[in-house]
């Protein structure tokens, strides 16, 4: 998923944190509700203006971002 369609940065927008495209709702509050357990489903109740893909970016974006953090397993040594 190119997640990156979804989100936009404006300075003038939430002091400039990445926003789901044209609405005010941060890709941090989406991630946040999700961490405290949220469904997809309550985000989109708490937050009309988005949409289910907006919400399915978010996570693309944060298993992409965890991805690049993990280190790399070393390859284990054969006797």
């Known amino acids: 998923m190119d997640y990156l369609k979804f989100f936009e ?3 003038d927008i939430c002091a400039g944190d990445y926003v789901l495209r044209g609405t005010r709702v941060t890709v941090r509050t989406v991630l946040a509700s999700l961490a405290e357990g949220s ?36 390859i284990p040594k054969v006797a």
């Open 9 to 11: 940065q404006n300075p």
């Open 39 to 74: 469904t997809i489903d309550e985000i989109l109740e708490d937050f009309p203006s988005l949409t289910q893909e907006q919400v399915r970016a978010v996570i693309a974006f944060a298993a992409e971002a965890a991805s690049d953090d993990f280190p790399t397993p070393s």
